[in-house]
């Protein structure tokens, strides 16, 4: 894998990477999670372990945990290529710039998130240049997309280091979203309203200081993507940019489907060649409505320490002991 290239990218693709899986997060949010609940389905990924069929009992700390059931566990990806880009070889696939894990719990009503930092450390799959697992190291969990087919087998190579990472939970399904998808969402919704506060107008004339447009097209991810001679240039100036953007972008989505029942489909459709997914089409359109009432938990960002690593770049190291707790919170219940 050529690692040096993929992280030349990441400035620029990987600011839209995370935008078009939160947009994916808010759709399942207003839209309505869409899935068949845990209990009424046959696990779908059979190296996972069974969490029906028995009772698991975990300890911890001295206290007795069950594991908890009717959960759906929804691996949210961004990742950092064009759609319709080949894989050369089985360790090109694109790096994973955004991971959300959403948790749908339908007996407490209530759906969970864990967003997951693109940079931290934790055991991955390698893969050799012809597909063969050359083992395991540990490494920034984005790159563990970056080995397998650049499509499915990246996927659960992917969902594979998630579920490691969090003490082997099992991760039933995965939307994984290429780039070039947010002009189509954002056209998708008619547009969103924004006044600029930089000057863009070196990118599109009319995007100039102070002016109210409503973007279209390559001008949504002009707003949402450049960084560079933009402003002050800093991540945090554009990462507030995202979060205008995806509040408005979110609510025009959400109107448009409490008006039109059959917009879930239609925006499926639309954004299925961007979309690698092991979830069905009529399942997603089935459970459209199901979950459009829960509780939105608070977002659960694990803790941990950022550091420059020996090869220079950056390495997130999580907090194994508060992350435990935070999994025995999310998916198991105390034994009394």
Same mark, same amino acid.
């Given at each position: ?10 400035? %620029? ?29 046959? !696990? ?14 975990? !300890? ?42 959403? %948790?749908? +719990? ?70 994984? *979203? ?42 949504? !991810?002009?707003? %949402?993507?450049?960084? *560079? ?30 008006? !039109? ?7 499926? +459709? ?67």
């Amino acid at each position: 894998m050529n690692r040096n290239w993929d992280r030349k990218k990441r400035g %620029v693709q990987g600011a839209v990477a995370l935008l078009i899986a939160a947009v994916i997060l808010a759709l399942l949010y207003q839209g309505g999670l869409w899935l068949e609940r845990r209990n009424q389905k046959p !696990e779908t990924r059979g190296d996972y372990r069974q969490r029906y069929a028995y009772d698991t009992l975990v !300890e911890y700390d001295g206290v007795s945990y069950r594991e908890r059931k009717n959960l759906t566990t929804i691996l949210l990806m961004g990742i950092d290529r064009a759609s319709g880009v080949e894989s050369s070889s089985y360790r090109n696939g694109g790096q994973a710039d955004f991971l959300r894990l959403l %948790v749908i +719990d339908s007996a407490q009503k209530r759906v969970s998130q864990i967003q997951i930092d693109r940079d931290t450390m934790t055991p991955i799959t390698v893969l050799g240049v012809l597909g063969n697992q050359s083992g395991i190291r540990t490494s920034q969990i984005c790159l563990s997309h970056g080995f397998g087919d650049g499509k499915e087998q990246s996927c659960e190579l992917t969902a594979n280091a998630v579920s490691n990472l969090l003490f082997g939970t099992a991760i039933d399904f995965y939307i994984a *979203m290429n780039l070039d998808g947010i002009s189509v969402l954002n056209d998708m919704a008619g547009g969103v309203t924004v006044t600029l506060e930089d000057d863009f107008s070196a990118l599109d004339p009319t995007m100039t200081k102070g002016t109210t447009l409503t973007l279209m097209g390559e001008q949504a !991810e002009y707003f %949402v993507r450049s960084r *560079m001679n933009i402003g002050v240039g800093t991540n945090e100036a554009r990462m507030k940019r995202q979060q205008q953007y995806i509040a408005q972008l979110t609510a025009l989505l959400d109107g448009r489907m409490r008006q !039109e029942q059959e917009f879930v489909g239609t925006l499926y +459709d639309q954004l299925e060649p961007y979309l690698i997914t092991n979830i069905s089409r009529g399942r997603l359109i089935n459970e459209a409505w199901a979950s459009r009432d829960y509780e939105r938990a608070a977002l659960i960002e694990p803790e941990g320490t950022h550091e420059i690593g020996a090869d220079g770049f950056m390495q997130f190291h999580i907090d194994e002991t508060a992350l435990q707790q935070e999994v025995l919170e999310l998916f198991y219940d105390r034994v009394e």
